[in-house]
T-cell receptor, first 109, second 118 residues
């Protein structure tokens, strides 16, 4: 069945890079997404990658996709305190999105 | 860009009463909307897919009579939690899909509704 797994917690110091990892099971996923959720708020789309791409960079964000291993990662360069939030990866399968459990990113000053 | 408005952002109600949550697509027509439920520190669980002009498709384990979904127009879907109980307290988030953008950035989320049943 469809399943998306993420580590639950990551703590980094301000200015360091953060890497959040995600694995998924459905090989038919066409798009994979990273969303950010701040406390009490909805989800904000950060970036996405098409399944036939290996890498996508967007300013401080770098997404790496290993389709063979069904592994997705999000790297945030020069992490700031404002990046503290929960990050969800999601895979797009026909008709819906399947979310991981979310990774809480804590950024220490 | 695509904007989804969800209202109310928070609501407190008494056990046994019903609560309606609205989800509107502001600048696009959404033939499909999605309702999610999120428990504290957990992921989003898809409850149902709302299709304009037809019955919603519920995920396994979601009570249709408990969570009534109506998608009467291309810009509005509503979720009514009927006869609410404390265990229904949760964060509910809607999402709408822009059929023009489709799979790219086609999923836009509302800001969520915090429901507390006392």
């Amino acid at each position: 069945g469809e399943d998306v797994e993420q580590s639950l917690f990551l703590s980094v110091r301000e200015g360091d890079s953060s890497v959040i990892n995600c694995t998924y099971t459905d090989s038919s996923s066409t798009y994979l997404y990273w969303y950010k959720q701040e406390p009490g708020a909805g989800l904000q789309l950060l970036t996405y990658i098409f399944s036939n791409m290996d890498m996508k960079q967007d300013q401080r964000l770098t997404v790496l996709l290993n389709k063979k291993d069904k592994h997705l990662s999000l790297r945030i360069a020069d992490t700031q305190t404002g990046d503290s939030a929960i990050y969800f990866c999601a895979e797009s399968i026909p008709g819906k999105l399947i979310f991981g459990q979310g990774t809480t990113l804590q950024v220490k000053p | 860009g695509a904007v989804v408005s969800q209202h109310p952002s928070w609501v407190i109600c008494k056990s046994g009463t019903s609560v309606k949550i609205e989800c509107r697509s502001l600048d696009f027509q959404a033939t499909t909307m999605f309702w999610y439920r999120q428990f504290p520190k957990q992921s989003l669980m898809l409850m149902a897919t709302s299709n304009e002009g037809s019955k919603a498709t519920y995920e396994q384990g979601v009570e249709k009579d408990k969570f009534l979904i109506n998608h009467a127009s291309l810009t509005l879907s509503t979720l009514t939690v009927t006869s609410a109980h404390p265990e229904d307290s949760s964060f509910y988030i809607c999402s709408a899909r822009d059929p023009v953008l489709r799979g790219l950035v086609g999923y836009t989320f509302g800001s969520g509704t915090r429901l507390t049943v006392v």
